[in-house]
């Protein structure tokens, strides 16, 4: 089809809705998640070359996820295909997947709460289990909730600057943001170098790396999250009417600060010996 044509086309559309053209990126996509899986699992296995296909399907995934992206973006940006409506459907997509990561995060919840309020004799009708030495929640713990309330404290002044058209104030607190997730992560990496159990220690180690990990990344991708929309900040892409992907940046580091609130206040603090 000719540009001419082409613009003939998106000029006489009688609809708000973005059509979306032809792309080979799902497609690609799901192969990468299928080398990836079958990869990391022949791994774990101990299959020859598993690992080679697990690093395959993972660079695979992640250039196909970036390109895709750019894609969204240039539809976004320059091309003015994210209406008003698009918008709302984007806003709900991204609702519906923080409801279904929140309903992972309670499946791990549901397992610690099992174990922890019915203590089996295996473990010696005790929780922690005996033998166990909890991680004290008043120190490493706590720092590192203080850190996560306050990005998220941060990038909140970021979305409200940014709405009120201060750009460079919005620049500044986003950076504090990053900032301060990247010392949560080494925080959680040094707490995991200096713990005195490990994921194989009862259903007690498993449980607290099992969620703390889940948790850990969701910051780390988060992390991604933010950086993508400081460079499309500094780069001129939102404005104060048009940001979705910096809302949706935000949505997310919200979830993931009160996911740890709850990890921190049970997991943690109501799970530590006070005897």
């Known amino acids: 089809m000719s540009e001419l044509k082409l613009k003939t086309l998106f000029r006489n559309q009688k609809h708000p809705f973005h059509i979306v053209d032809p792309s080979p990126w799902p497609f690609i996509a799901a192969l990468g998640a299928f080398f990836t899986v079958l990869g990391l699992t022949a791994y774990l296995h101990f299959y020859n070359k598993g690992f080679v296909l697990f690093l395959f399907g993972l660079f695979l995934l992640i250039c ?23 918008q709302k459907g984007l806003k709900l997509g991204m609702i519906l997947f923080i409801l279904s990561e929140l309903m992972l995060f309670f ?61 460079k104030d919005s620049i500044e607190a986003l950076i504090y943001t990053i900032l301060l997730a990247i010392f949560f992560t080494l925080l959680q990496y040094y707490e995991y170098c200096v713990a005195p159990f490990n994921i ?3 259903v007690y180690g498993s449980v607290f790396y099992m969620t703390t990990g889940l948790h850990g990344s969701h910051v780390i991708i988060g992390t991604l999250f933010l950086i993508v929309c400081l460079y499309r900040l500094i780069a001129h892409h939102f404005t104060t009417t048009q940001h979705i992907g910096f809302e949706c940046a935000s949505w997310y580091w919200h979830f993931v600060d009160i996911v740890w609130i709850f990890v921190y206040f049970f997991i943690y603090w109501w799970g530590y010996p006070t005897i």
Not at 64 to 86: C, K, L, N, P, Q
Not at 116 to 145: D, F, R, Y
């Open 64 to 86: 196909t996820m970036a390109i895709w992206w750019r894609d969204v973006i240039r539809e976004a940006t320059f091309e003015g295909h994210h209406t008003s409506y698009v």
């Open 107 to 167: 499946a791990f919840f549901w397992a610690f709460f099992h174990a922890s309020l019915n203590p089996t004799i295996e473990i010696g009708c005790v929780w922690p289990p005996k033998g166990i030495v909890a991680i004290n929640p008043w120190h490493v713990p706590l720092l590192n909730t203080f850190v996560l309330v306050t990005s998220g404290a941060f990038i909140t002044w970021s979305h409200h600057a940014l709405l009120a058209g201060f750009r």
């Open 200 to 202: 194989s220690d009862s």
